[in-house]
């Protein structure tokens, strides 16, 4: 089904469940997203929706050339060009769960044009600066950086997740919170928000990286957004583990006993090379001095990476 109901001035509306996306009837970009008609996210400037690097074409004009609208499925897909690039935007509108992903195919007028390179594909999407944050896969856990109040936030700060653990949460109000999540079983992601004027830009990011040739299609994503009708708490205890389940990840079935209550303490044998093996002294004071206090510090399991040969991705051997 092609089509869509006439929203506010300048946007086409799409409505499925509880989710309705606005949508810029010239460029495309994702104007509003609401849920049960609480506004999620405003996008007034019409700024697009995904953008990737090296180039950053979304920085240049873009224009939307048609869309296809599923109202069976709730399955919007927005085709726009964007400089050099065709970018196919796929919206897919679950009970609780919205899914995006993007399909980037570089299609310069020379077909016989040298590939360019493809780095980093990020999805942004504007929120109000309210409510609570918490980053559960930040780095430095014990600051305070991963979990606080968005009105704290500066304009121009930011608060990033590590790479690898990318749920991201808000708390709107006690009775709605956001659960911000990038796939991540493809390629390695994170999620980020920077503060911008009124609004909290929440981030999403894939690290997928290599070269784009010409007409030959790249595949990213999806991101999800789901919606909690509880408190970021809940979100975190509840809402995190009913999206894994929607999204089909689940731990595999024959995972060992041991390993369910391994507490893990990683290491490289002897130091890492960056630190010229100095952190951990060399081999014999990781041996006589670290190693025999490890249980005391709560570790039950180790895990020792390969000795560094001229780079922290150069093992000297797998299995010495």
Known sequence: MIGASVGIAGELS?????????????NGALRSVQWNGEGISRNPAGAPLFNWGPQWPASQKNKLVSHTWDDKTGTLI???????????????????????????????????????K???????????????YFLPGKRDFLNQDAAGLLSALKNGEERRSAWGIPPLLIERNPALSLIFMPEFRNDIAGSS????????????????????????????????????????????????????????????????????????YSFQPGGTIASGWKDLGGFVPTREELLPHLRQLGFNTLWMLPVETGHIYWPRDYYQ
């Open 78 to 116: 927005l085709h726009t060009k964007q400089d050099n690039w065709l970018v196919d935007e796929t919206f897919t509108l679950g009970p609780d769960l919205l899914a995006i992903s993007v399909k980037l195919v570089y299609s310069p007028p020379d077909k016989a044009a040298e590939p360019v």
């Open 193 to 264: 928000i920077k503060i911008d004027g009124d609004s909290a830009v929440i981030r999403q990011e894939s690290r997928a990286a290599g070269w784009a040739y010409p007409d030959e299609a790249q595949h990213i994503g999806p991101f999800y957004l789901a919606v909690v009708a509880g408190s970021l708490e809940q979100a975190f205890t509840q809402g995190v583990w009913e999206v894994f389940d929607n999204i089909d990840l689940k731990a595999v079935s024959d995972t060992p006993d041991w390993f369910r209550d391994a507490i893990l």
């Open 118 to 132: 493809f780095d980093r594909a990020s999805l942004a999407m504007p929120i109000p600066k309210e409510g609570r």
């Open 14 to 26: 799409f409505s499925k469940g509880p989710w309705t996306l606005g949508v810029d009837r010239e």
